[in-house]
């Protein structure tokens, strides 16, 4: 089960990897980013448990805390106004998948009541609601033939 596990982590980094590459090479004509969070945790065997789903109540650490990455290339974090400093010396600041949420709407200025501010990871640091994406949209119409 372990060696299954590592595996699979494994092929995701590779996967992420690739991602990676076919963006950066982009980034020279488009604004790339990616964002990664895994669905769940996965217990082990750690204190008996194995597997995951457990209510999130009883649920171990194992289980509830996930992985995220987050990558912008300059034109991105440039355009939508995010400072790179600031995203770095927050990357230990525990998040949940409901930051997620409401961090793309942010990212992608979609206007809804159900926004939450409080939750956009990336407004702390400069990235208001919807620059990003207006910045993209404007670089779409430059390019355009």
């Given at each position: 089960?372990?060696?299954?596990?590592?595996?699979?982590i494994?092929?995701?980094?590779?996967v992420l990897?690739?991602?990676?590459?076919?963006?950066?090479?982009?980034?020279?004509?488009?604004?790339?980013?990616m964002?990664?969070?895994?669905?769940h945790?996965?217990?082990?065997?750690e204190?008996?448990?194995?597997l995951?789903?457990?209510?999130?109540?009883m649920?171990?650490?194992?289980?509830?805390r996930?992985?995220?990455?987050?990558?912008?290339?300059?034109?991105?974090?440039?355009?939508?106004?995010?400072s790179?400093?600031?995203?770095?010396?927050r990357?230990?600041?525990?998040l949940?998948?409901?930051?997620?949420?409401h961090s793309?709407l942010?990212?992608?200025?979609?206007?809804?009541?159900?926004?939450?501010?409080?939750?956009?990871?990336?407004?702390?640091?400069?990235?208001?609601?919807?620059?990003?994406a207006a910045a993209?949209?404007?670089?779409?119409?430059?390019?355009?033939?």
């Amino acid at each position: 089960m372990v060696n299954a596990y590592d595996n699979s982590i494994l092929y995701t980094d590779h996967v992420l990897g690739q991602l990676l590459d076919l963006l950066k090479a982009r980034e020279q004509r488009f604004d790339t980013a990616m964002l990664y969070v895994s669905d769940h945790g996965e217990s082990l065997g750690e204190k008996g448990v194995y597997l995951h789903g457990l209510p999130y109540a009883m649920a171990p650490s194992e289980q509830t805390r996930v992985p995220m990455v987050a990558w912008l290339s300059e034109g991105f974090a440039r355009s939508g106004g995010a400072s790179m400093e600031c995203l770095r010396g927050r990357r230990d600041s525990p998040l949940s998948h409901d930051n997620l949420f409401h961090s793309m709407l942010g990212l992608m200025g979609v206007s809804t009541s159900v926004y939450r501010e409080e939750l956009d990871l990336f407004r702390p640091c400069g990235a208001g609601p919807g620059q990003v994406a207006a910045a993209a949209a404007n670089d779409a119409v430059r390019s355009a033939p």
